[in-house]
């Protein structure tokens, strides 16, 4: 499945960055895409009693440059007989022109190793939070040390339909891309397939232990279930829009096996990436559109901060990015 036209990968952490190039080359080899590598490094500063654009310090920027510049023509050179990779070194602050770059280009996708502080318990560190926000298209941060395929990814989607028509829209729209990618990547990966969804019954710890309000066991339960079913429904008729669209052949070689948690979905679907040991989730990170710069909301970013594998973060359609390129 093509998907992928101009692919866009973050090299920041020298050596440590083979295995996300790797996984760049044969992603854009896969997807007849182009691949462009950039490295992000710092504006130098002036010292004290020095001025900002004066000679050491446009020689000490061009010194970084070359020497950024000169690491990644090695780290490319290998690959450079299966495809044609454009490389350049952005100055500035690291996740900022990385989407600066996404607009001047239309890059499609964002592929990168995420940062490690030795301070952060949680695999994602500041700029992959502000890329996994604001970056316009789908972003993919591969875990440090990845095996060189995956074997078992799992798509986290909500087909829950209490909200708003427009935002009901917005969601559905994004399942469905989740849907794709997640099937795509499967695929390309020879990997199992897992799809996700949580859900609550609204009301119901009220209505079993409320002050206020208490209702027969069995009509509590027979409300649940209900809530169950309609959720299952609904599940099951995104596969099936996901089945007509790809075909009976590619549906029954992804097999994809359902998991629908009760509970939440900040709690149920880390949880559950963990039992199964996926390697990679993909997953929606805004739900809303119209409002420039609405960062994706707390259920979203919860789960990030608890999974340990990588992710494949997709925006909705419409989605603006807030930042804007420099004049």
């Given at each position: 499945?093509?998907?992928?036209?101009?692919?866009?990968?973050?090299?920041?952490?020298?050596?440590?960055?083979?295995?996300?190039?790797?996984?760049?080359?044969?992603?854009?080899?896969?997807?007849?895409?182009?691949?462009?590598?950039?490295?992000?490094?710092?504006?130098?500063?002036?010292?004290?009693?020095?001025?900002?654009?004066?000679?050491?310090?446009?020689?000490?920027?061009?010194?970084?440059?070359?020497?950024?510049?000169?690491?990644?023509?090695?780290?490319?050179?290998?690959?450079?007989?299966?495809?044609?990779?454009?490389?350049?070194?952005?100055?500035?602050?690291?996740?900022?022109?990385?989407?600066?770059?996404?607009?001047?280009?239309?890059?499609?996708?964002?592929?990168?190793?995420?940062?490690?502080?030795?301070?952060?318990?949680?695999?994602?560190?500041?700029?992959?939070?502000?890329?996994?926000r604001k970056c316009p298209c789908p972003v993919w941060l591969v875990k440090p040390e990845t095996e060189a395929s995956y074997q078992r990814i799992l798509a986290a989607v909500d087909v829950d339909d209490n909200y708003p028509p427009e935002e009901l829209s917005t969601r559905q729209a994004l399942n469905r891309l989740i849907m794709e990618m997640a099937g795509a990547m499967?695929?390309?990966?020879?990997?199992?397939?897992?799809?996700?969804?949580?859900?609550?019954?609204?009301?119901?710890?009220?209505?079993?232990?409320?002050?206020?309000?208490?209702?027969?066991?069995?009509?509590?339960?027979?409300?649940?279930?209900?809530?169950?079913?309609?959720?299952?429904?609904?599940?099951?008729?995104?596969?099936?829009?996901?089945?007509?669209?790809?075909?009976?052949?590619?549906?029954?070689?992804?097999?994809?096996?359902?998991?629908?948690?009760?509970?939440?979905?900040?709690?149920?679907?880390?949880?559950?990436?963990?039992?199964?040991?996926?390697?990679?989730?993909?997953?929606?990170?805004?739900?809303?559109?119209?409002?420039?710069?609405?960062?994706?909301?707390?259920?979203?970013?919860?789960?990030?901060?608890?999974?340990?594998?990588?992710?494949?973060?997709?925006?909705?359609?419409?989605?603006?990015?807030?930042?804007?390129?420099?004049?």
């Open positions: 499945m093509q998907r992928f036209k101009k692919i866009l990968c973050v090299i920041e952490r020298g050596d440590a960055g083979q295995p996300v190039l790797e996984r760049a080359v044969a992603l854009a080899e896969n997807n007849q895409a182009g691949l462009t590598v950039v490295d992000v490094i710092p504006r130098v500063t002036a010292g004290v009693g020095m001025p900002d654009d004066g000679p050491i310090s446009r020689d000490l920027q061009s010194a970084l440059v070359s020497e950024h510049e000169a690491r990644m023509v090695s780290l490319v050179e290998p690959y450079r007989q299966r495809l044609d990779i454009q490389h350049k070194v952005l100055l500035g602050t690291s996740f900022l022109e990385v989407i600066r770059e996404v607009l001047r280009n239309g890059h499609d996708l964002v592929i990168k190793c995420p940062e490690s502080p030795d301070w952060l318990d949680r695999l994602f560190g500041g700029d992959e939070m502000h890329l996994l499967a695929v390309s990966e020879f990997a199992e397939l897992y799809v996700v969804h949580a859900w609550e019954a609204i009301g119901e710890s009220a209505m079993r232990r409320g002050a206020f309000m208490s209702q027969p066991e069995d009509e509590v339960n027979a409300y649940v279930e209900q809530v169950r079913r309609h959720h299952a429904r609904r599940l099951d008729e995104l596969m099936h829009e996901m089945g007509a669209k790809l075909g009976s052949d590619a549906m029954d070689y992804l097999n994809p096996q359902l998991h629908l948690l009760k509970g939440s979905a900040r709690k149920e679907i880390p949880a559950l990436a963990k039992r199964l040991q996926v390697d990679c989730i993909v997953m929606g990170t805004v739900a809303r559109t119209g409002v420039r710069g609405f960062i994706m909301g707390n259920t979203a970013e919860t789960i990030l901060e608890q999974i340990d594998c990588s992710v494949l973060a997709i925006k909705p359609p419409g989605f603006v990015t807030p930042v804007a390129l420099e004049d």
